[in-house]
């Protein structure tokens, strides 16, 4: 399923700036508790690392990761909670 990132409507967002590794990742695993099944969170981040760390933590746990956009400095991701 392809969807517009820019159009998405985040039911949670973390904002994750200024974590190094693995720090966005732990708040992507509280944030994602908070967020129903069929819910897309959102993480505010500007590690790297994040940008391959969130698809394969997501695919290992059963979420689908979306995707994300860059802004100034800075990523949006996107995970949709499946379970």
Known sequence: MSMDLNTIKAANSVDARGCACPGPLLEAKKGI????????LEILSNDSGTRSDLPIWAAKVGHEYLGHLSHDGYDKLFILRKK
């Open 33 to 40: 508790a908070k967020v129903k099944i069929g819910e897309v």
